[in-house]
């Protein structure tokens, strides 16, 4: 295991902190890059990924904004986008009887 910031959460059953996988490491240092990635991906399934070519401050305050716009919208809005419409699995998921009762609604929209 490499020495990074994320290691301390490497062992550990609770997460702690998202993990951080830096872009520029795929040139600089692949393996740890490679590692980074993989235990974000399949230990927690999401990151932050830091330094990447095109996903600068601006890009990414339009894309919470456009992502919050659609959250917000009316829920006829949003069922028009709901994966059920789409052969590819991919579009908005509504909330599900699992979701009540933890103090949250939990909605997703499901890209790529």
């Not at 590692?35 to 990414?60: H, K, S």
Request: glycine share 6%; hydrophobic share 40%; net charge negative.
């Amino acid at each position: 295991m490499s020495d990074n910031k994320n290691s301390t959460s490497h062992n550990s059953d609770v997460l702690k902190k998202i993990p951080t996988v830096n872009w520029l490491d795929l040139e600089d240092n692949r393996d740890k890059f490679l590692e980074d990635l993989r235990y974000a991906l399949a230990e927690c399934g999401f990151l932050i990924l830091t330094n990447a070519p095109g996903l600068d401050d601006v890009f990414q305050q339009r894309a919470f904004r456009e992502a919050r716009a659609f959250f917000n919208a009316p829920m006829d809005f949003k069922k028009a986008a709901a994966i059920e419409n789409s052969p590819y699995i991919r579009g908005y998921s509504l909330p599900t009887p699992a979701d009540s009762g933890f103090g949250q609604v939990i909605e997703s929209f499901q890209y790529g």
